[in-house]
């Protein structure tokens, strides 16, 4: 793989998974390390698309938001 490469991004996110597919491709990872590569990618996808309808909803009635990636967890506390 091509280093520790920082990903910042959905698009070097996706990038990252495109060149995921090359090494399986070309054997140079194994796919279960592939498939765990792409487990943690859709929950992070999951995590972003869940922040991003909340934000929309928020925008609708009004409310302001955090910027993206700045949203609390949990309760009030």
């Given at each position: 793989m091509s280093g520790k490469k920082e990903i910042k991004t959905t698009g070097q996110l996706r990038e990252v998974l495109a060149e995921t597919i090359?090494?399986?491709?070309?054997g140079s990872i194994d796919i279960e390390k592939a498939n765990s590569m792409h487990k943690l990618a859709k929950n992070i996808s999951d995590s972003l698309y869940s922040e991003t309808k909340i934000r929309m909803f928020a925008?609708?009635?009004?409310?302001?938001?955090?910027?993206?990636?700045?949203?609390?967890?949990?309760?009030?506390e």
């Open positions: 090359k090494y399986v491709m070309n925008h609708e009635v009004g409310e302001t938001t955090e910027k993206m990636g700045d949203m609390p967890l949990g309760g009030s």
